[in-house]
């Protein structure tokens, strides 16, 4: 379909017009909506996706420690998988659930304690990517946790009894028992990120196919595109986890 124009009809169904690379030509160096997005999300996966994993290796380890309510505690920090998905997380987005800037009351009440305009949109911005990023983490804190479960205790006992501290013990047992999963939370935070419904090249793919002067044909174009630009950065991500080595001593 990304080689052609493609066109309905309410008799003869699909119809097919051999445009060649005519639509990868338009989307890489006519159109720039695709190719902006494309870029964005790119560098922003590469500084996100290490964010994301240390968060879950933090959070995850803290929901290992023996406190009261941790059952409460993870199905606190499982909960935005269930709220992702359907009409919920839509209607949330679109009442501007996710952004703190949409509720003018808490604003104002920032405003009263901090008067600088520039300081408090900072400290509010700071705030919405924190919660998005502790969003995301919410998977990746669930396998790095089931990993945690089965590291033997005796091992940490052992450890404390030769003199190590828990800094130490987290580098020689924690840290090289969950780091063979790190690559497996890499590619499920990429291929999240890329499919995530609030994802602004989604919207262009959605956009594209009930546009007339583009429809199936481009939006299929984008979304090979848009294939290759994900598994480029899982290549990445996923090489540069893999080549760290670690080890039990």
Avoid: H
């Amino acid at each position: 379909m990304s080689f052609n124009n493609v066109s309905f009809g309410n008799r003869s169904g699909w119809r097919y017009n051999w445009v060649g690379l005519e639509n990868y030509q338009r989307i890489l160096f006519e159109d720039v909506d695709f190719v902006i997005a494309a870029q964005n999300f790119f560098v922003s996966t590469l500084l996100y996706v290490p964010v994301i994993i240390a968060v879950s290796v933090i959070i995850a380890v803290l929901l290992n420690q023996k406190i009261k309510g941790k059952s409460f505690f993870r199905l606190l920090f499982f909960l935005p998988v269930i709220i992702m998905s359907g009409e919920l997380m839509e209607n949330i987005s679109s009442y501007g659930g996710m952004a703190i800037s949409a509720n003018r009351l808490l604003l104002d009440v920032i405003y009263t304690i901090i008067p600088s305009q520039n300081v408090v949109l900072w400290i509010v911005s700071l705030f919405e990517l924190i919660v998005q990023l502790l969003w995301y983490s919410a998977v990746p804190i669930l396998i790095f946790l089931a990993a945690l479960q089965k590291v033997g205790k005796d091992m940490y006992e052992a450890a404390s009894i030769d003199g190590a501290s828990p800094w130490t013990a987290f580098w020689k047992i924690t840290l090289p028992t969950i780091y063979p999963l790190v690559s497996v939370c890499v590619v499920f935070v990429v291929v999240f990120l890329a499919n995530f419904e609030l994802n602004p090249i989604i919207s262009i793919i959605m956009e594209s196919t009930y546009d007339g002067s583009r429809r199936e044909g481009y939006a299929s174009a984008i979304s090979i595109l848009y294939t290759i630009v994900q598994i480029v950065l899982i290549s990445i991500l996923y090489y540069a986890t893999r080549s760290r080595k670690t080890s039990v001593r």
